[in-house]
């Protein structure tokens, strides 16, 4: 072979590598810098105890608050967002509504599932203002439902879109409604992809610091009504890190390492779930 | 016994025409062959017949299709009665996506035959109804021990059977089949016509094949369709030893395919 | 055990609860989709309403090309927030771009099938990282480097700056258009391929005369949605680039990004009546800018299924 093609070649396979490595690098590295500074924080207090003294300045205590927080947080707008994301995908099937009703519903939803989450604060901070609830666990749930809406529904529309259209077919030649099609046969297809997008949007959703910067606010305590303000674990890491009290940032480095933990055991179990919920399905 | 009449049937995808001007009484209990090359209409005359075609958008028909003297294409017919009197055998068999047993449950669960067979239903009476219907598409004894097994794990000549028990199940009156046997191994399609001479007893069965053995082997009538126009029809020994068009001779004797 | 009887009867009696069940569903289905596409809408349009008492007192040049930003005394100049979030972002591209085309193709063309399974669940693993974290990181370690390269070049500079946001969003980028662009890649139909690898073709020629060639406006796309992505991307970048109100000159001046001026100011603009107008008419920049980003993407680009056979 021509030796400058044999170079140009070997060349850009070289390039490609490297770029390649540089991202597994800084996958790595940040694994790497959070679990070191996380570890060197974590300890069974900092688990179970909420600060004391205050989240900015005390010294004592843990990131209980934030941890508990997030779960409620993220739990609450996940069973929201499910609720609504669910009937939107299976509407969304040419079965029930037009196809131009469709890609506009569906470009809708891309223009969402594309908006910044600071946006969804905002807005979702007039939402509040307007309705008179203060920075609240309430708040907090609305607008990560919001958030997470677009990425659920969407995720939920991919997977009930792959649905053979002759299993579908199978179902009506039975003599099924649309109803019991969708029930019976799309909705168990479709599973798998369901619960991903669910579990997709869970990840997300919890590691969302912009959106409920305003509308959860933060606080020490472990919120025990709905219209209490909540501390959430981005949260904990975005103001603990910056203050000059060591024994805060060790707070934000235990957050940071619990929430990276969270967010790929979550990713591993969209996986796993997605392979175990796959027993009836058919290819 | 149903009994189905094409009048002056039309149907058009877009702007493309596929079927023309087709007039078409079906013979009671018979297995009637739907025969023709590939692309002449076969697929969509079986499944205007029980209006499978409205699922395709852009899809046009005119005429009418008389079950019973009733016409199936008028907008006050109940599209789920239809189907479950007219029911349909798809060419390759996708088990709908649950266990052995709830495949076949499910026909008699939407249309509430389980509850009113054996006087009152219940768990036992949808069992009862379950085995009938795969005993009688013969598959029963060979999952009688695994009905809880996800239906995608039988063999596909095994899940052609279990669509052949979904369709039963509904109790129909005429059976659509497309195909049924040309995504099967040989002994399962050998299976699978056995059972269908069984059912003719009981049955309109309208078959579409590309098979001509298979029509000569299996059919009672012959329906010979080509580039969407209706050549001839009428028994099938009749049709084999002094069929009347050139196409249908060239199309015997192999010319054209 | 067959079930008997009157089969008209039967469906007769069966089709009310049927129907029932078939006309609510129905409804529900169409009552969410309105609710979502009047989700949009509301959230546009209270943003607009929010935004618009503004639009009284400063003109809309004064808005988007005037540099002061004085909240006390009326003048809203979004300018250098402009011109921040507009050179962090182009700057992440820079960095990003070429690297995830690297990736990208090495991933699609020359990776075998098990490793790229794996590389792409590991990429899916770094887009799913919190932002607070690449936050965290960048100030633990890219503000510091940044800090001592500006030391290097002979400027000063706190390390909090353009660069180091550049750096951070850049990471975070990469992996969301590494995952589009080997879909995109992946589209390519390999018969294709075969075409020039069969005319002895080197991998690289393939790619880059065949490969290439058919997927640019998938990849385009990709960059696209990425550059939405990073444009409207918040907490990482506010973490690190310095945050200070001036239209930067240097990589290694600070900069201040319209999502940073929203989430470090909004909730105590009550006071000041116009400066709530003020940051919510920079969200609906946000929202317009990526909004319209994103729009191209998907339906002239993207236009699913055709990227590759037009």
């Known amino acids: 072979m021509n030796p400058k093609r044999n170079r140009e070649e070997k060349l850009f396979r070289i390039l490609m590598v490297a770029a390649l490595v540089l991202v597994f690098a800084s996958l790595a590295g940040i694994i790497l810098v959070v679990a070191m500074k996380g570890l060197a924080s974590l300890n069974l207090s900092m688990i179970i105890e909420t600060p004391k003294g205050g989240y900015y300045l005390g010294k004592e205590g843990g990131i209980a608050n934030a941890i508990v927080g997030s779960l409620y947080l993220v739990t609450g707008a996940t069973i929201l967002a499910f609720l609504i994301s669910l009937p939107v995908a299976l509407a969304l099937q040419k079965e029930y509504i037009g196809r131009r009703a469709a890609a506009i519903t569906r470009l809708v939803l891309d223009i969402l599932w594309g908006t910044p989450s600071i946006v969804y604060g905002a807005f979702g901070f007039v939402i509040m203002v307007y309705l008179g609830i203060r920075a609240s666990l309430l708040g907090g749930i609305i607008v990560l439902t919001l958030l997470m809406i677009p990425i659920m529904a969407r995720a939920m529309d991919e997977a009930v879109r792959l649905v053979p259209f002759e299993l579908k077919e199978m179902a009506y030649a039975m003599g099924a409604t649309r109803v019991e099609t969708t029930l019976a046969v799309v909705f168990r297809q479709a599973l798998p992809g369901i619960c991903t997008g669910v579990i997709l949007a869970f990840g997300r959703g919890i590691g969302d610091a912009a959106s409920i910067l305003f509308t959860a606010g933060y606080t020490d305590e472990i919120p025990t009504s709905l219209m209490d303000p909540v501390a959430s674990l981005p949260l904990a890491v975005f103001f603990q890190a910056g203050t000059p009290v060591p024994e805060v940032q060790a707070r934000a480095f235990a957050a940071a390492l619990i929430l990276l933990a969270i967010v790929i055991i979550v990713n591993l179990i969209a996986r796993l779930l997605g392979w175990r919920f796959s027993k009836h399905i058919v290819r | ?257 | 055990m067959m079930p008997s009887g009157n089969k008209q009867f039967i469906i007769s009696r069966l089709s009310g609860g049927r129907r029932i069940r078939e006309a609510l569903a129905l409804v529900s289905g169409r009552l969410v989709l309105i609710l979502i596409n009047a989700l949009a809408l509301l959230i546009f349009c209270g943003l607009l309403w929010k935004a618009a008492p503004l639009f009284g007192i400063i003109s809309v040049s004064d808005w988007l090309f005037s540099s002061s930003w004085h909240p006390m005394k009326n003048q809203f100049g979004l300018f250098p927030f402009i011109v921040g979030t507009v050179s962090v972002t182009l700057l992440a591209m820079i960095i990003a771009v070429p690297v995830c085309l690297g990736a990208a193709i090495y991933l699609s063309e020359y990776a075998g099938r098990r490793f790229r399974e794996i590389a792409r669940w590991l990429i899916d693993i770094l887009a799913g990282i919190p932002s607070v974290i690449y936050g965290l990181c960048g100030v633990l370690v890219i503000v510091p480097f940044v800090a001592f390269l500006g030391e290097l070049m002979g400027s000063t500079t706190t390390g909090y700056s353009l660069l180091a946001g550049g750096l951070v969003l850049a990471v975070m980028v990469i992996p969301f258009i590494i995952s589009i662009s080997v879909e995109v890649l992946r589209m390519v139909p390999d018969p294709l391929r075969e075409c020039a690898l069969a005319l002895g073709a080197t991998r690289w020629e393939t790619v880059k005369y065949v490969v290439l060639k058919k997927a640019k406006r998938g990849l385009l796309a990709a960059v696209v949605l990425g550059f939405a992505r990073a444009f409207g991307e918040t907490m990482a970048v506010l973490m690190v680039v310095g945050n200070v109100a001036q239209v930067p000159v240097s990589l290694f001046d600070p900069a201040y990004p319209l999502p940073a001026l929203i989430a470090n100011n909004y909730g105590e603009v009550m006071s000041i009546p116009l400066y709530d107008a003020a940051l919510m008419s920079a969200a609906l920049i946000l929202m317009l800018v990526v909004g319209a980003f994103s729009l191209t993407a998907h339906y002239t680009l993207l236009k699913i299924g055709e990227t590759v056979d037009s």
């Open chain 2, 1 to 257: 016994m149903a009994h189905i009449q094409i009048q002056q049937l039309r149907v058009s995808y877009g702007s493309l025409p596929v079927l023309n001007d087709i007039n078409l009484e079906i013979p009671d209990r018979q297995i009637v062959a739907i025969i023709g090359p590939s692309g002449c209409g076969k697929t969509t005359l079986l499944k205007s017949m029980n209006r499978l075609l409205d699922l395709n958008e852009d899809v046009s028909v005119t005429g009418s299709i008389l079950l019973d003297g009733v016409n199936i294409y008028d907008p006050a017919m109940d599209v789920t009665c239809l189907r479950k009197r007219v029911g349909f055998l798809p060419q390759r068999p996708y088990p709908l996506p649950m266990s052995i047993f709830e495949n076949v449950a499910f026909g008699p669960r939407i249309h509430g035959l389980s509850v009113l067979s054996a006087g009152g239903g219940g768990k036992q009476a949808e069992k009862s109804l379950v085995e009938h219907y795969l005993r009688l598409a013969g598959l029963w004894d060979e999952v009688k021990d695994r009905l809880d097994e996800p239906a995608a794990k039988l063999s596909i000549g095994q899940q052609q059977r279990l669509a052949l028990a979904r369709v039963l199940s509904i109790e129909p009156e005429v059976i659509l089949a497309d195909e049924p046997t040309s995504a099967l191994d040989p002994v399962s399609a050998k299976l699978v016509e056995t059972q269908f001479k069984l059912l003719k007893e009981n049955y309109t069965i309208i078959l579409v094949t590309h098979i001509l053995r298979q029509a000569r082997r299996l059919a009672d009538y012959i329906v010979f369709l080509y580039m969407g126009d209706l050549i001839e029809h009428k028994p099938a020994a009749v049709f084999f030893s002094a069929p009347d068009d050139e196409k249908t001779k060239a199309y015997i004797s192999g010319e054209i395919s």
